[in-house]
């Protein structure tokens, strides 16, 4: 019998009570940043876990065959699908890359005109922000609508020559193809009338719908590979953002400048500016939601690794224990809170990293010690086996010759 989380139900809940109700009354900002936060990292971290089932079959494991599933072992074989994960090289190369296009729009804003940039961005946004409304959205479609809308499949297969190298084009021709059912077709027709709009009205709670739908999806299609990585990562930004907001003006330059869809907004009253007519905003970056998410999606799959979670089928409600998860939760809230209290007493920005990096890892850190699994931690990886497929192929190889 399947059951339900209900803190992952109630975290959904908050979701949108809270993006309905900022706009009906006064939510202090605090409260508000700190519960919508708190919840999209449960909801997303949670939602991640589809990841090890997609992980499992990449290392070419097999699901119980299904009676009615007529496909063969071998089709199933080439089927096999392909995720990425972060490699070492890449986490280390992160903040430089992140720095490079952080200074850049620095001086796109400086040196351009500022609206053209933002309309340059906006356009970005906006196309990118049809794929992640579309994403989070269909599967609600399907479980909440008629059984046809998501059992009811579209598919659409064409192949186009072309006359470019190889080098560049790739092989001719180009197979292009599309599979969705009518759920992620509806899906994708109002998430273009919604970003539409947005590029047209730039409303807060627009921008706040966009911005809640790329945490969601980037937390849970993106995976760190081990423990180690994930820490690379965060200490490099760690650096990055206390140079940035403490070094220069250049991220506090961008965060204000750039019109588009980066940061969670916070009204801080419902009723206008006197002068200025706008509403007065708080406001958290992406990043600083989506960096830590990262790491926390990935202590939740090491919990289920922990507790044998089958990998087949995928049940993001499944209860088992969570000991690292919860720690290095508790430990964003807290170090989240803590930078809320530094911004308001000193009336300054802050760089939350500075108070979230040290939170997670310690709060992971502290758990591994307390449980005697630091080893097992900083063993367990998500990335393709790529040097044991290696020395499968030697083997074979070696077999071959000999059967010769």
Known sequence: MSSTNPLLLLSYLTILSLWIGSQLISIPYVVNLMLLVTAILYAACHGSLALREEQALARGEKP????SDTTSDDTKEEERPQYETMKQSDAAMFPIMGSASLFGLYCAFKFFDKDTVNLIISVYFCLVGCAALTATFSPVLASLGPKALGSTWVSKHVSIKHPLPESIGGASPWDIGVDCNVADILAFLASVAFSLMY????????NNVLGICFCLQGIERFSLGTYKIGAILLVGLFFYDIF???????????????????????PRSLVPHAESGRLEMSLLGL???????FFLALLLRFDAHNANLPYFPTNIHASFPKPYFHSALIGYVIGLGVTLYVMIAFEAAQPALLYLVPACLGSSLLCALARGE????????????????????????????KDD
Do not use: N, R
Request: without cysteine; aromatic residues 10%.
């Open 64 to 67: 119980p065959k299904d009676e």
């Open 287 to 293: 990043g600083d939601i989506v960096i830590p998410g």
């Open 199 to 206: 590029f047209q009205t730039k409303h807060w709670t627009m």
């Open 244 to 266: 940035w907001v403490f070094g220069t003006d250049v991220m506090v330059t961008v965060a204000k400048s750039l019109d588009g869809p980066i940061k969670i907004l916070f």
């Open 374 to 401: 630091l080893k097992e931690l900083f063993a367990y990886s998500e990335e393709e086996e790529e040097k044991e497929e290696g020395e499968g192929d030697e083997k074979k190889g070696k077999t071959s010759k």
